[in-house]
């Protein structure tokens, strides 16, 4: 059996880790899209370094588009297989990826205008526009392939290969990975690899890893012993707040915006798993009588419908969720708070000048309706910016928490930097390494793992992780290079 890891590595998107089983079964684990790179990422996307028309199934850990994004291409391009997830991860992916097919159709438009521009004189024969890389047709021919499974239940994809999916904290629907693949054992004799028969060879896919306490999901649950292990590593360097200072953290933020400054909050968050925990919040605090009598607005249709499919899942959400159903029949809903579909209420809100807050996508600033209402409030100092997740390095929302930045260039014009750009990490959806390292040590016999490989996370943040590994007592841990293949 062998692993190509195709995404993912040394970086936190696209993920993608190619299984291929002695007796010829290629399971793809994830199927990622690159994000934050605009129309740079189209040739990444394409290269997919393995043909889909020989691809057996996909194993998916999560909607998330880093790590779903690419499940419409393959499709496309001749993937006839099968693609296995729990049924909240299916429901999600109908929403998320028919939103993708949308932005990606609004990149390419706006790119093949402006090459237009470039060469109004086009060479006959020489191709410069660029189509998506998939439409709205693509994703729901793709969503005939999916195949839910349940949380802990052992199931077969073939004869020689089981899996097991265990609740992974990260997000709705979120799961650990567990294969079992029926092969041939073999040890390197003096001359040759000699065979000891076969048995059941345990590879575990981490996804990504949930925090340890989290408002709206469980924690992740122990998960069955492995012999090979592929572990995220986004937070491998550091450390989170707790999560109740959090919320005193983003209260100090709301009243210091929204009643001593009398201006607008803006959070860019991604739509599904993040929005939801900061509604929650605002809930609690509505609830308890402490939070300030102004509007709140998620301005996002996808959150919207991503926050429905929440409410589908009562059992799925965290002990803390289902004690406030007790007396609260929705806790992503108060007085005060308005989801904002139409289009025209999305642009009003740029032109208010009233206390509010507004939680809109996307996260990283890269694209959707919160770009509009930053560029139009980022040169107000009566307004603040709370960056509550992780952002890609080259992104605007890393970009825009640049200590002394002065201008930004946003939609191409460069804007004076007057807002509070001000940042909550405690609202993470993953773990943080200590949080991680105890998660792996409780669910594991250390001794009994074989190897370990670090992805999805930042060069620096995997390699220090994989030192947090070793300190754990994790032997042979690898950092794998991009299309790097390993034998197991």
């Given at each position: 059996m062998k692993i190509q890891f195709l995404g993912a590595t040394r970086e936190v998107t696209g993920s993608k880790h190619l299984i291929t089983t002695d007796s010829g079964h290629t399971i793809l684990l994830d199927c990622g899209m690159y994000q934050g790179k605009g129309m740079e990422t189209d040739a990444a996307n394409r290269d997919l370094g393995f043909d889909p028309a020989t691809l057996d199934c996909v194993v998916l850990s999560h909607a998330h588009i880093d790590h779903s994004g690419l499940i419409p291409y393959i499709v496309?391009?001749?993937?006839?297989?099968?693609?296995?997830?729990?049924?909240?991860?299916r429901d999600l992916?109908?929403?998320?990826?028919?939103?993708?097919?949308?932005?990606?159709?609004?990149?390419?438009?706006?790119?093949?205008?402006?090459?237009?521009?470039?060469?109004?004189?086009?060479?006959?024969?020489?191709?410069?526009?660029?189509?998506?890389?998939?439409n709205q047709n693509d994703v729901n021919r793709a969503m005939k392939h999916f195949v839910t499974y349940s949380y802990d239940r052992r199931f077969r994809l073939f004869d020689d290969v089981l899996l097991t999916f265990t609740n992974s904290g990260h997000m709705l629907g979120g799961a650990i990975c567990s294969l079992e693949v029926?092969?041939?054992?073999?040890?390197?004799?003096?001359?040759?690899l000699k065979s000891e028969g076969k048995r059941w060879k345990r590879i575990t896919y981490t996804g990504?890893?949930?925090?340890?306490?989290?408002?709206?999901?469980?924690?992740?649950?122990?998960?069955?012993?492995?012999?090979?292990l592929i572990c995220e590593s986004t937070y491998g360097d550091r450390l989170h707040e707790d999560p109740m200072a959090t919320v005193e953290q983003l209260l100090g933020v709301v009243e210091d915006t929204c009643v001593y400054r009398k201006g607008q909050l803006l959070i860019p968050s991604f739509s599904v798993g993040r929005t939801q925990e900061i509604v929650y919040v605002l809930n609690q605090l509505y609830n308890d009588g402490r939070l300030p009598h102004i509007p709140v607005y998620v301005d996002s249709p996808m959150s919207t419908n991503a926050t429905q499919i929440f409410r589908m899942y009562p059992d799925e959400l965290s002990d803390e969720v289902r004690d406030t159903l007790q007396f609260d029949p929705d806790p992503f809903g108060f007085n005060?708070?308005?989801?904002?579909?139409?289009?025209?209420?999305?642009?009003?809100?740029?032109?208010?000048?009233?206390?509010c807050i507004i939680i809109s996508a996307?996260?990283?600033?890269?694209?959707?309706?919160?770009?509009?209402?930053?560029?139009?409030?980022?040169?107000?100092?009566?307004?603040?910016i709370l960056i509550v997740g992780y952002c890609e390095p080259t992104t605007l929302g890393a970009r825009i928490q640049q200590p002394g930045l002065q201008w930004i260039s946003i939609f191409g014009q460069d804007r004076k930097i007057k807002a509070q750009i001000t940042k909550i990490e405690g609202f993470s959806g993953h773990g943080d390494y200590k949080e991680m390292i105890d998660y792996l040590t409780r669910s594991l016999q250390v001794d009994k793992v074989q190897r370990v490989f670090v992805v999805h996370g930042e060069a620096g943040a995997a390699e220090t992780y994989k030192g947090h590994l070793a300190d754990a007592g994790f032997k042979q841990i690898t950092v794998p290079e991009k299309r790097e293949t390993v034998i197991l």
């Amino acid at each position: 059996m062998k692993i190509q890891f195709l995404g993912a590595t040394r970086e936190v998107t696209g993920s993608k880790h190619l299984i291929t089983t002695d007796s010829g079964h290629t399971i793809l684990l994830d199927c990622g899209m690159y994000q934050g790179k605009g129309m740079e990422t189209d040739a990444a996307n394409r290269d997919l370094g393995f043909d889909p028309a020989t691809l057996d199934c996909v194993v998916l850990s999560h909607a998330h588009i880093d790590h779903s994004g690419l499940i419409p291409y393959i499709v496309k391009m001749g993937f006839k297989g099968d693609i296995y997830c729990t049924p909240a991860t299916r429901d999600l992916c109908a929403l998320m990826l028919t939103d993708t097919a949308f932005i990606q159709e609004q990149d390419v438009r706006m790119y093949n205008k402006k090459i237009d521009r470039q060469h109004p004189h086009k060479e006959k024969g020489k191709k410069y526009f660029v189509e998506p890389l998939y439409n709205q047709n693509d994703v729901n021919r793709a969503m005939k392939h999916f195949v839910t499974y349940s949380y802990d239940r052992r199931f077969r994809l073939f004869d020689d290969v089981l899996l097991t999916f265990t609740n992974s904290g990260h997000m709705l629907g979120g799961a650990i990975c567990s294969l079992e693949v029926y092969e041939e054992v073999r040890n390197e004799g003096v001359n040759e690899l000699k065979s000891e028969g076969k048995r059941w060879k345990r590879i575990t896919y981490t996804g990504d890893i949930g925090r340890a306490k989290s408002h709206i999901l469980p924690s992740p649950q122990l998960f069955p012993q492995c012999d090979y292990l592929i572990c995220e590593s986004t937070y491998g360097d550091r450390l989170h707040e707790d999560p109740m200072a959090t919320v005193e953290q983003l209260l100090g933020v709301v009243e210091d915006t929204c009643v001593y400054r009398k201006g607008q909050l803006l959070i860019p968050s991604f739509s599904v798993g993040r929005t939801q925990e900061i509604v929650y919040v605002l809930n609690q605090l509505y609830n308890d009588g402490r939070l300030p009598h102004i509007p709140v607005y998620v301005d996002s249709p996808m959150s919207t419908n991503a926050t429905q499919i929440f409410r589908m899942y009562p059992d799925e959400l965290s002990d803390e969720v289902r004690d406030t159903l007790q007396f609260d029949p929705d806790p992503f809903g108060f007085n005060t708070l308005r989801y904002i579909t139409d289009i025209r209420e999305s642009k009003a809100l740029n032109h208010k000048e009233d206390p509010c807050i507004i939680i809109s996508a996307s996260g990283m600033l890269e694209a959707g309706r919160i770009k509009h209402h930053v560029a139009n409030h980022i040169s107000d100092p009566r307004c603040t910016i709370l960056i509550v997740g992780y952002c890609e390095p080259t992104t605007l929302g890393a970009r825009i928490q640049q200590p002394g930045l002065q201008w930004i260039s946003i939609f191409g014009q460069d804007r004076k930097i007057k807002a509070q750009i001000t940042k909550i990490e405690g609202f993470s959806g993953h773990g943080d390494y200590k949080e991680m390292i105890d998660y792996l040590t409780r669910s594991l016999q250390v001794d009994k793992v074989q190897r370990v490989f670090v992805v999805h996370g930042e060069a620096g943040a995997a390699e220090t992780y994989k030192g947090h590994l070793a300190d754990a007592g994790f032997k042979q841990i690898t950092v794998p290079e991009k299309r790097e293949t390993v034998i197991l």
